[in-house]
Structures are given as C-alpha cells and as structure tokens.
Nanobody, 124 residues
Framework: QVQLVESGGGLVQAGGSLRLSCAAS????????MAWFRQAPGKEREVVAA????????YYVDSVKGRFTISRDNAKNTMYLQMSSLKPDDTAVYYC?????????????????WGQGTQVTVSS
C-alpha cells in the first residue's frame, strides 16, 4: 500500500517555473514505477512524465520535452516535477501515480495508487 500527497502547485505567469513534489508513505517506495499525470477541465487525464524505480529511465509527453524534468529521491520517498517555461496550456490538476512493477505505461488505468492532485494555473 502506498499513499501519495502532492504539493507545490499554484498560480504562475507564462514563462515561469514551478516544482511539484509527491511524498509517498510506505517502505517500498523505491520498488514503484512513478508518474505525473494532469487533467484539464473537459479533457482526459494524460501522462506528463514517468520515471523508473531507480530513476535511470524517464519518459515525457512530447508537449513538455525540454521544459519539464522528472526526478525521484528514494531515500526521501519523494518524486519531483520541475516545470519551466510554463504555458497556459499547462494549466491542469497534476496528479502523481504509482504502480508496483517495472514497465512504462501511459495509461492511467495501469496505475494503482494516486494522490489527491494539485492545481497548476498558468496565466497569459
């Protein structure tokens, strides 16, 4: 069982930066494949970035490549999403998610554990 709590969302102007954090409970955080998803009003939840248990493999949706960086600190049971050059289209509720195996999936249905979400709003 893993419990996830996101933080770090807020209101920022276009071109600005934010860092999201996802704090996880449980002793086996390092065994979970982790991801950030986002959901804008009226749209489906989409994967933004994902990271393997070791941090050695990362995945990004094309729209955030070069602007967002996903990382994790297994000693602190925490995952991060550094977001730079933010655009109004990045406005959404951001969720962290976890699944207890090693392969990447962009499907929300593949993830077993979810945080409550944190709002990111980018003004133009």
């Amino acid at each position: 069982q893993v419990q996830l709590v996101e933080s770090g969302g807020g209101l920022v102007q276009a071109g600005g930066s934010l860092r999201l954090s996802c704090a996880a409970s449980g002793r086996t955080f390092s065994r979970y494949f982790m991801a950030w998803f986002r959901q804008a009003p009226g749209k489906e939840r989409e994967v933004v970035a994902a990271i393997s248990w070791s941090g050695g493999s990362t995945y990004y949706v094309d729209s955030v490549k070069g602007r967002f960086t996903i990382s994790r600190d297994n000693a602190k049971n925490t995952m991060y999403l550094q977001m730079s050059s933010l655009k109004p289209d990045d406005t959404a509720v951001y969720y962290c998610a976890a699944k207890p195996n090693t392969y990447y999936s962009s499907s929300a249905g593949a993830y077993d554990y979810w945080g409550q979400g944190t709002q990111v709003t980018v003004s133009s």
